[in-house]
Structure formats: C-alpha cells, structure tokens
C-alpha cells in the first residue's frame, strides 16, 4: 500500500524552511527518502530505521516515528538546488513510495 | 563502475508490439526492481528480485514480465504494449532489500501509439 505524502506541493523563497510528511496505513520498519530533479532520475537522501532516530544529510533532517507511522522530513533555510520532487519509500519486501511532493524555491 | 544502466534511453512502439526493457548493475547488488513513472503517480512498483532466480510482484505488474538469470541483469518485457504502459520506467538496485539504499538508473522513456 502507498504510503501518503502532504503536501503535495510547496513553493518557497530562498532561506525559508519545509517539512513534508509522509504516512502509512501499515507498519513501518524503515522509511526511505529520494529526491528527484526534473528529467533525472531519483537521488537517495537518506534512510530511517526503527526507533525514532533523527538523521542528517546537509541542511536536510529527517525523524521517523513508528508508533504513528509517520516520517517526516525537514528542510532548513532551503537552497536553490534543494527544488525537485521528494518521495518518501516504505517497506521491507517490496519498496514502495508515495505520489510525491514537489518543491519549488524561488530566489 | 557504471552503476546501473538502462537500454534504450527512447523507444516508441506500436500497439500490440512486445519489446524488453534492458537494466544491467556492476555492483554485485541482489536486491533490483522495476519502477513506472507517470505524471502525479509518483514511482510504482512493477517487479523486484531478491536475487538470481527469484522475482516477484509488485504493485502494478500487469503486461509485464519478468526473469532474473544473472546477479547483473534483469530485463523488463512488454508482452503486448498498450498506450496505457506509456511511461518513464525506472529500474533500481541494492545491496540490500528494505533497508539498502535504492541506486537508480537514468531511465526509458517509452511511448506506445
């Protein structure tokens, strides 16, 4: 089952903050995170494992929360090169990624 | 390494037409699956393999097969293409299922008429 991300969309100004969600019906045991520049293929950002631990990629940050189901991923003062569609990824067997949240940052 | 690799980057094909999508890895990784992407439908699941000799089902595998004789490769084939299988498609590898990190290939572009 997909997981579900909110928001669909962001738009924001250079240096402003994002956080996108991403939930599941099911239980988790590690969620993925990628981000996808238009007309590439998607990036890995990072992955998160059971037992709420927060991880770091630049100015990205992530926390998962598997009680809720839920993980969320934080973007401080937001960079140009930060645009492009994030997709969150859960599952042990199969992967399985959400519809997608696409970020715009404007200067 | 090349990473993982996909042939051919383009293919337009006529209705009813079977072709077979190429994915090839270097990184000795068990774990590769197949993705379609289409327009505000995110990246879903076609086919994955654990390993050589073993494939299973995702979320979308209908029209589509596949088989996995070889650590390195794992072909996609459109048994009958249908406008409806119109997409970007994706193939990925990972050390590990679950928890590896998914390394992706550039990508098919495919257009069925």
């Known amino acids: 089952q997909q997981p579900v991300q909110s928001p669909q969309a962001v738009i924001l100004r250079e240096g402003e903050d994002a956080v996108i969600n991403c939930s599941s019906s099911?239980?988790?045991?590690?969620v993925h995170w990628y981000r996808q520049k238009h007309g590439e293929a998607p990036v890995f950002l990072m992955i998160l494992l059971k037992g709420g631990e927060q991880k770091g990629h630049e100015k990205i940050s992530a926390s998962f929360n598997e009680k809720k189901q839920q993980s969320s991923l934080y973007l401080t003062a937001s960079q140009l090169s930060y645009s492009g569609t994030y997709f969150c990824g859960t599952g042990a067997q199969k992967l399985v990624f959400g519809q997608g949240t696409r970020l715009t940052i404007n200067p | 390494n090349a990473g993982v690799t996909q042939t051919p980057k383009f293919q337009v094909l006529k209705t009813g037409q079977s072709m077979t999508l190429q994915c090839a890895q270097d990184?000795?990784?068990?774990?590769m699956s197949w993705y379609r992407q289409d327009p505000g439908m995110g990246l879903r699941l076609i086919h994955y393999s654990v390993g050589a000799g073993i494939t299973d089902q995702g979320e979308v595998p209908n029209g589509y097969n596949v088989s996995r004789s070889t650590t390195e490769d794992f072909p996609l084939r459109l048994l009958s293409a249908a406008p409806s299988q119109t997409s970007v498609y994706f193939c990925a590898s990972s050390r590990r299922q679950g928890a590896g990190e998914q390394f992706f290939g550039p990508g098919t572009r495919l257009t069925v008429l």
């Open positions: 990184m000795n990784h068990e774990y």
């Open positions: 099911k239980a988790l045991y590690s």
